[in-house]
């Protein structure tokens, strides 16, 4: 299976995060992908993508600097959650 630019450790690692976090949905709020706001999830932008890779984007996730290119970053880590979900969909 396919899961460029994603590497086995990494997707290891998020599905980890997504546990000790308790969800996907916290663990975004832990990223700073989203906010709650009056009880409802909002996705949040940042202009400054650079400042966010440095933030967000190490250790095991420093090699996917080069393929972050967005202001969104619930986007990014979304499609980190697809391929967890493609490589076992009872499983995110």
Not at 82 to 88: A, H, L, S, Y
């Given at each position: ?80 959650l ?7 969909p009872?499983?995110?």
């Open positions: 299976m396919k899961t460029f630019p994603f590497t086995k450790m990494q997707i290891d690692q998020f599905r980890k995060e997504m546990q000790k976090a308790g969800g996907f949905y916290q663990l975004m709020y832990d990223k700073e992908a989203i906010t709650i706001k009056r009880n409802a999830k909002w996705i949040t932008s940042y202009t400054d993508i650079e400042n966010y890779k440095l933030k967000y984007l190490i250790e095991v996730y420093e090699t996917l600097r080069p393929f972050y290119d967005t202001e969104i970053p619930f986007l990014f880590w979304n499609a980190l697809e391929q967890i979900t493609n490589i076992d009872n499983k995110p």
